[in-house]
């Protein structure tokens, strides 16, 4: 715990988690309440604690497995979440290692030990939040984060305003999926093929198709037209 920011540490919104196996082989992490041992809720903030009363719970209650922070607008924290980011070799992959030095804020391993989470102050432009192409996740509000201190030693030990750099950042990895989508061919809305059935149907209705075929006969060879 030494390792975690006091800037983290000073905001009272912490709670612990329980690791609880899936079928599929992953895990969910269920929050908890410091105080009570019961079920914890990122909307409920009396089910949130201090650091040092989480922290203890997480060390005396057999059942939890860590501690975690609560994201809220008021906090203003950011969390950017690198999934499988971290290589055999304990080296980053390039386009994480990129994102880590431009957010230059303090940043830790995740508790799979292939992750990277980096903490920031600042706010996250609308929009979308994921992209599983790659890897990366933004979280600012209703979410709880797990914090291991396990700190990424390239990275600064306090945890910095960042909100032009986030930005940045959210442009460079949505703008591109946005743009891959909008390249997507798109079928005719079911009202645009009405439309045409009916103005076939029209007295003009042989040449409309002609024209809609791409036969300019019947327009004197005038394409504008």
């Not at 076939?200 to 791409?214: D, I, N």
């Amino acid at each position: 715990p030494e390792n975690i920011p006091q800037e983290l540490t000073a905001i009272p919104q912490w709670i612990g988690y329980q690791l609880v196996p899936k079928p599929n082989g992953k895990t969910d992490k269920i929050p908890k309440n410091p105080q009570s041992g019961s079920n914890a809720s990122v909307t409920a903030p009396d089910t949130w604690s201090d650091f040092m009363t989480a922290l203890d719970f997480a060390y005396h209650a057999k059942t939890v497995d860590g501690v975690a922070i609560i994201l809220s607008e008021q906090a203003g924290l950011v969390v950017i979440d690198l999934d499988d980011c971290v290589l055999p070799d304990g080296n980053l992959q390039p386009a994480a290692q990129q994102i880590i030095s431009e957010l230059d804020s303090y940043s830790e391993i995740s508790p799979s030990g292939r992750g990277v989470h980096i903490f920031v102050f600042g706010k996250l432009p609308p929009g979308r939040r994921k992209s599983q192409q790659q890897g990366i996740e933004m979280y600012e509000t209703e979410r709880f984060m797990t914090v291991t201190g396990n700190h990424l030693p390239s990275t600064p030990k306090c945890v910095h305003e960042r909100t032009a750099a986030l930005q940045a950042l959210h442009t460079h990895v949505f703008n591109t999926a946005q743009t891959n989508e909008t390249d997507t061919p798109q079928a005719p809305l079911e009202c645009d093929q009405q439309l045409w059935q009916t103005m076939f149907a029209s007295s003009s209705g042989t040449k409309l198709h002609k024209l809609f075929s791409g036969d300019i006969s019947v327009s004197r060879h005038d394409a504008s037209q």
